[in-house]
């Protein structure tokens, strides 16, 4: 009897076999697994007559496209929104600057190159994003993941990986429009932003609370369908709105990375994104062409050599407006310079909306290929190449930016004005985002479902519109109330209204804002459901007094919102601490015995005793207690022997009975040497340097000198090509050193202004 296979399951067999070998070559000679699957799809496809070829392309192309899902799906699992916002100013900065930057240049080459104006836009986008692979490998294998140029770098991947899933988005909707209209492009683009924070803020206010509901009824399997399941949901629902399906994965993966199931789904999902993943690499190996990279030889090699210098250039540029030093920049710059995997799906995208050549994703591939191999070798040699910037750049340039690195640091805080006008922001534009995200659903619910079955039964369209508009008004309530009503950071606004009686009338502007805002939503509202000037403003105030009348009960229902929000929004961290603290009565458990316990106990930085050995202490004869363990930052050191030392800041582990704690206590608190007390606050300390020109009265004064002036601490000297790391209190100023000092802003600003003036 004969029997035929699926040429599909063929096929599968023909991929994963080729994949698996390419990847364990790839493996063994340490490189990424990326390029081993692109291979792998090289040797499969029609281009490769050696071994047999891959028969059902379309149905591969179904599973790459899974794959290509299951990716950003992933990817979306380990963002974390709240990641973002902690990445900082810097890293933001720096990725900006390097993704407009690239862009322009990468458009600007393909038209140099006499590409038309698509296939230069897709070029200018499949260089925005370096590879996070690459770049994580290297830093392993060179040892440099803990230096503090690597934290930047890793912030800047994670701006660039959102930009580039906002990227994608806006390439899709100008290949398929192909118009390039500034204002479609910005409706587009606040349409995109509209609908990420709709579907952030009711994401995480409904999906968390779901997985709490059915935790106790959930294990490894059907976690891994309910999430595959809302994936796949909101890829549905991004496409329906008219975005790609990838943005719609990402989402739903950053929304469920902030639950506190994340790392488990993330393990679940790993496997089926690997497979997935595998087919979908495979897939864009399949369509190299040998004779067209030869053919295109060139354009690889200059794609290549800007991919380099101009992502070396421009991330160092920004890594210097951002306000870090030049060393920093340049190890920065030289990391980043790769093109990473999202440059395949770019190029992938613009192929199969036939926006671009067949040659753009050989292209991509070549440069992806050799900038892999370049990438280890420009971060080794970052601190050379910075070396040769430093020794024949000009010294006044170098001081220029070292002078702007100092000031840009010492911007902390930011002044009330801004505070209290972000806090106005934030709360007009999540409750105003909420309150139409309300009205569209309800909208739709009118048109899909309410009045065809009202017009089937005969009903009147009317009172239809009347009831849709009166439940949309009920159910936004709450959030047309919080703009209109609600203080956001009252105590800041009573502070300047207080202190500055001019700033009034802006506060005045500031609250009349809140209450056209809310005159404009209810009049958007009212548009979709009646016409007619007299009836818009009847309605309009009767909304507004209704919104002051019923303050009580929306405050109270409000209230309730925003704290199941916030539950939700941070139940990741409270339930980590509340492990922590569970484990700290355990272990303090551990060790009760009859009437004794453990408790902890953290040493003074001015306490007498510190730095002195356990065995001079002799607290075990002194107070009758024991000393179960000393925790020094990460190190524990278990039952301590006598000659361990205590030093500041140390966790003692200290056992004893009440009283003996008790009395231990009261007699170690009083053996602290006195502080004299400074007139400055914590957050006044600062690090500046200044430089010692040829009139100062510094010269030849000592750093014990000038630490009476300023009571700070001299922590180095840069003396023509050497660097004095903590000198001496004998050490002496010479023209031209540049001094840093840390210590009370106001003393040294002080200290500065009179080195300008010539005088003490």
């Not at 949901?233 to 989402?251: N, P, Q, R, W």
């Not at 340049?330 to 790769?338: E, I, K, Y």
């Not at 370049?374 to 190449?385: C, L, V």
């Not at 060790?591 to 356990?614: C, I, Q, R």
Request: charged fraction near 20%; hydrophobic fraction near 50%; glycine fraction near 6%.
């Amino acid at each position: 009897m004969e029997h035929h296979l699926p040429k599909l399951i063929i096929d599968l067999a023909l991929i994963l076999g080729a994949g698996a070998i390419t990847t364990l070559i790839f493996k063994r000679i340490k490189q990424p697994l990326v390029l081993g699957y692109i291979i792998a799809g090289f040797l499969v496809g029609p281009h490769f007559s050696f071994v047999p070829n891959v028969a059902d392309k379309e149905s591969v192309k179904i599973w790459a496209d899974i794959g290509v899902i299951f990716l950003l799906f992933s990817l979306g699992l380990e963002f974390s929104f709240k990641k973002l916002i902690n990445v900082g100013g810097a890293a933001s900065i720096t990725a900006i600057v390097e993704i407009v930057a690239i862009m322009v240049l990468g458009y600007f080459v393909g038209q140099w190159m006499g590409w038309d104006m698509m296939n230069s836009i897709f070029l200018g986008g499949l260089l925005a994003s370096s590879s996070t692979t690459i770049i994580l490998r290297a830093f392993d294998e060179l040892g440099v993941k803990r230096k503090n140029y690597a934290r930047v770098v890793f912030g800047i991947l994670i701006v660039e990986d959102i930009v580039v899933i906002l990227l994608m988005v806006l390439l899709s909707t100008m290949a398929v429009s192909r118009q390039f209209d500034g204002i479609e492009m910005l409706m587009q683009f606040l349409k995109l932003i509209f609908f990420l924070a709709l579907w952030f803020i009711f994401g995480i206010f409904l999906i968390p609370t779901l997985l709490r509901r059915v935790k106790k009824i959930l294990d490894e399997e059907t976690l891994l369908i309910l999430s595959i399941g809302l994936c796949l949901g909101m890829v549905v629902l991004a496409t329906e709105i008219g975005f790609s399906a990838e943005l719609g994965a990402f989402v739903m993966g950053s929304i469920l990375a902030e639950t506190t199931s994340a790392e488990k789904i993330e393990h679940s999902l790993k496997p089926v994104k690997d497979l997935f993943g595998a087919v979908f690499f495979v897939s864009i190996g399949m369509m190299i062409e040998p004779a067209s990279m030869y053919e295109y030889r060139w354009e690889i090699f200059i794609v290549t050599l800007l991919t380099i210098f101009g992502k070396l250039i421009f991330t160092s540029l920004g890594a210097i407006l951002s306000g870090q030093p030049l060393k920093q920049s340049v190890q920065v710059g030289m990391s980043m310079a790769q093109i990473g995997e999202f440059a395949f799906i770019v190029a992938s995208l613009g192929m199969s909306l036939k926006v671009t050549g067949d040659f753009l994703f050989p292209i991509a591939v070549g440069v992806s290929a050799i900038t892999t191999f370049t990438t280890p070798y420009m971060i080794k040699y970052s601190d050379y190449f910075y070396q040769l910037i430093d020794r024949f750049m000009p010294q006044k340039m170098l001081k220029v930016i070292d002078r702007y690195s100092t000031g840009s640091q010492d911007i902390q805080k930011e002044n009330k004005w801004k505070t209290l006008t972000k806090a106005y922001l934030s709360l007009i534009l999540t409750n105003g985002i909420v309150s139409i995200g309300i009205l569209f659903f309800i909208v739709y619910l009118r048109v899909y479902f309410i009045l065809p079955f009202a017009q089937s039964r005969g009903w009147n369209s009317d009172l239809i519109d009347i009831g849709s508009f009166i439940l949309t008004i009920v159910v936004s309530g709450p959030f047309l109330w919080a703009i209109l009503v609600k203080k956001p950071a009252n105590e800041i606004f009573s502070s300047i209204w207080t202190e500055n009686r001019f700033a009034r009338g802006p506060l005045l502007v500031l609250e009349l804002s809140r209450f056209v805002v809310v005159v404009l939503l209810v009049g958007f509202i009212l548009n979709f459901f009646f016409s007619g000037l007299i009836t818009s403003i009847i309605v309009t105030l009767s909304v507004i007094i209704g919104l002051y009348l019923l303050s009580t009960k929306f405050n109270l229902f409000y209230s309730l919102i925003i704290k199941r929000f916030m539950f939700n929004l941070n139940e990741r961290d409270i339930r980590e601490q509340e492990k922590k603290q569970k484990k700290s009565i355990i272990q303090r458990n551990e060790f009760s015995l009859w009437d004794t316990h453990l408790t902890d106990f953290e040493v003074m930085p001015n306490a007498a005793y510190a730095g002195l050995k356990l065995s001079e202490l002799a607290w075990r004869e002194k107070y009758g207690i024991n000393l179960a363990y000393i925790k020094r930052g990460d190190v524990m050191i278990s039952i301590p022997k006598e000659e361990d030392k205590v030093f500041p800041f140390d966790k003692l582990g200290i056992i004893g009975t009440d009283e003996q704690l008790k009395n231990f206590e009261q007699q170690i608190l009083q053996e602290t040497i006195p502080v004299q007390d400074n007139s400055f606050k914590q957050e006044e300390v600062t690090l500046t340097k200044f430089t010692v020109s040829e009139e100062s009265f510094l010269q030849d004064k000592t750093v014990k000198y000038l630490r009476s002036l300023t009571n700070g601490l001299v922590v180095g000297i840069e003396r023509d090509d050497s660097k004095i790391v903590n000198p001496t209190s004998m050490s002496t100023f010479q023209a031209d050193d540049v001094v840093w000092i840390v210590g009370n802003k106001k003393a040294i600003t002080q200290l500065i202004e009179s080195l300008e003036t010539k005088s003490i």
